[in-house]
């Protein structure tokens, strides 16, 4: 091994820090690598767990709920499965939208239960009933589910008919027979109704039962109004009865020429179709919209659904109209049923009244229809009950009361979306203004000091101002709940 080389002085002498470093360097040899420098890890950022909100900002903006830009759809997930099956069978099979099949199910189910099922909610009874309609063009096919799912009440119509004939014509013997004879006159228990008139339909309802009116087309119906009074109240009469037949009150039919009535706790359902340029001038009325009969529809007007070619469609299978007769036929067969709402259920429907009762509408059509909401979502509970798989349980639970919720949202939003600006564009483009309605225009402005006076500047006589100013009293405020 080589010796290292020494450096020396200006002396010729050894440099005595060469000879130390020398010697140090046999030792431990130095690292000529620089030291790597120590891991310094950055400091951790730990979020609070909810971000303060910023000043005059709310937390939550309405109008960027996801639900605002959905399609509005009618639930059916808490009705049982066989039922949500023949829903969907139906829609598919008839190609027409599941909402039409949803409306007449509820309609159906209401109307075989009758009666006997009743909610009861402090201080308010409620039934199965409510006025409906459906809104499309005719290629959307609205009477073929209706024809379809009404099939058991039909049915039943006839099973009754029958039986009325046979004790109908045994009365009818003992009358023969002995002519004191003080037996009971049979009764035909008719649910289905059509074109009819209000005597008929009071006659019905005077039975104690509840029945339910059925248009293919809801403006034949409207229309007919007041055409069967012999009164002269026309119009106005025949509306005040069906406004306090929604409302479950009690009226009474008084004629001279016939005994007086009383039609007690009365219970009705409309159920039929409108197309959409109809639908302004059946219900754009003035004195439709004013009374609040407008508003008493829950209206179902779907958006432009998948078209399902006829090859593609399902089959109407008799297996499947039979399970839905079997659920019909345990509800015309149940026993009476006074429902109540669960603690948890009636804390979600107080909730949802509060907040109808508290929004303020600068539009009084639209407060009125959402006031009325309160009452029909007790009602469509009552109904989506009775086709749940708890049909036949007292109580409806907060599942049950969230589910009519919704529902009743879809026909809320449906209403003013859809249905208002066609019924708001009606009065203006769609038909002419007649003497009633300047004469209710005028009435709703000014204070009439003398109906004569005026009756002559029109060209009328006092007894037509008089007709046309009784607008129908509004019912009792029963459907305030």
């Not at 030291?35 to 000043?55: D, M, Q, Y």
């Not at 009754?160 to 006159?185: C, I, L, M, P």
């Not at 009469?237 to 005994?259: G, H, M």
């Not at 009705?268 to 609040?292: H, R, V, W, Y």
């Amino acid at each position: 091994m080589d010796e290292p080389i020494m450096s020396f002085d200006g002396n010729g002498q050894p440099d005595v820090l060469s000879l130390i470093n020398s010697e140090a360097e046999k030792v431990e040899p130095t690292n000529k690598v620089p030291p790597t420098p120590p891991v310094v890890r950055a400091p951790s950022l730990e979020l609070p767990e909810s971000l303060p909100t910023p000043p005059d900002q709310p937390k939550e903006t309405s109008h960027l709920k996801a639900s605002t830009f959905t399609e509005p759809l009618l639930p059916i997930d808490w009705m049982s499965e066989s039922v949500q099956e023949y829903i969907r069978t139906v829609a598919e099979s008839y190609g027409c939208p599941l909402e039409y099949v949803v409306v007449n199910s509820l309609f159906t189910a209401g109307l075989a239960a009758g009666k006997k099922a009743q909610l009861v909610t402090n201080p308010y009874t409620n039934y199965p009933c409510d006025f409906f309609c459906m809104v499309g063009k005719p290629s959307r096919n609205k009477t073929g589910p209706l024809k379809e799912v009404t099939r058991p009440l039909r049915e039943q119509d006839k099973a009754n008919f029958a039986k009325y004939q046979d004790e109908k014509a045994a009365y009818d013997q003992r009358k023969r027979e002995d002519k004191n004879y003080s037996g009971e006159q049979p009764v035909f228990h008719q649910r289905i109704v059509g074109d009819s008139s209000p005597e008929s339909r009071n006659a019905l309802l005077a039975q104690g039962d509840m029945i339910g009116v059925v248009a293919d087309e809801l403006k034949s119906f409207i229309d007919s109004l007041g055409r069967y009074s012999k009164g002269g109240n026309g119009l106005g009469a025949e509306l005040s009865q069906l406004l306090s037949i929604w409302s479950n009150v009690s009226f009474a039919i008084n004629r001279k020429s016939e005994e007086t009535k009383l039609i007690d706790d009365p219970a009705m359902c409309i159920n039929g179709g409108i197309q959409p340029e109809l639908l302004g001038k059946t219900f754009g009325t003035d004195a439709l919209m004013d009374s609040g009969f407008t508003q008493r529809f829950l209206f179902v007007y779907p958006d432009k659904g998948t078209f399902i070619k006829r090859c593609d469609r399902k089959f109407m299978t008799l297996e499947m109209r039979e399970s839905w007769t079997g659920i019909i036929g345990r509800l015309f067969n149940m026993q009476p049923l006074t429902l109540q709402l669960s603690h948890e259920a009636n804390r979600l429907y107080s909730n949802y009244a509060d907040d109808n009762d508290m929004r303020a509408e600068e539009d009084c059509y639209i407060s009125g229809m959402i006031q009325k909401m309160n009452i029909h979502t007790l009602r469509l509970a009552i109904m989506a009950h009775l086709l749940s798989d708890h049909w036949n349980e007292p109580v409806i639970t907060a599942e049950g009361m969230e589910h009519a919720i919704r529902m009743a949202d879809y026909f809320t939003r449906i209403h003013i979306e859809r249905i208002y600006p066609l019924l708001r564009g009606s009065a203006a483009t769609q038909r002419p203004m007649t003497n009633g309605d300047l004469l209710r225009a005028v009435n709703r402005q000014f204070t009439i000091k003398s109906q004569n006076a005026l009756a002559e500047a029109l060209g009328v006589s006092q007894q037509y101002v008089n007709k046309i100013l009784k607008v129908p009293p509004a019912p009792e405020r029963r459907e305030e709940q």
